[in-house]
């Protein structure tokens, strides 16, 4: 089969334009809806996550680390440790594991 690159290309650009666009065009009143306004709140919190997780866990040698380190930076950061410690300590965690699991 002869696949035509541009057409896909061309669908691709209409479709995420679309996407993009349609919510611009058809809602143009503020969103009065709590239970619509707290989705829309987290959705980018949410997509981080989702892109992030999986990164963290397979950054690693084996997934035990990394699942690891993702602990104990959860748990610093649950008890109000700056950014730089947290990752510091996640990466000493991933680091001595790894050495250790070898």
């Known amino acids: 089969m002869n696949h035509n690159i541009w057409i896909y290309l061309?669908?691709?650009?209409?479709?995420?334009?679309?996407?993009?666009?349609?919510?611009?065009?058809l809602i143009r009143k503020e969103i009065k809806n709590k239970t619509v306004r707290s989705f829309l709140y987290y959705v980018p919190y949410v997509t981080l996550a989702v892109?992030?997780?999986?990164a963290i866990i397979s950054a690693t040698g084996n997934q035990w680390t990394g699942i690891a380190g993702?602990?104990?930076?959860?748990?610093?950061?649950?008890?109000?440790q700056g950014l730089f410690k947290v990752s510091v300590a996640a990466c000493v965690v991933v680091f001595l594991l790894e050495l250790v699991v070898r």
Do not use: S
């Open 10 to 25: 061309l669908i691709m650009a209409v479709v995420t334009y679309l996407i993009r666009m349609l919510p611009l065009t």
């Open 51 to 54: 892109m992030t997780f999986p």
């Open 70 to 80: 993702f602990v104990t930076a959860l748990v610093m950061a649950y008890k109000g």
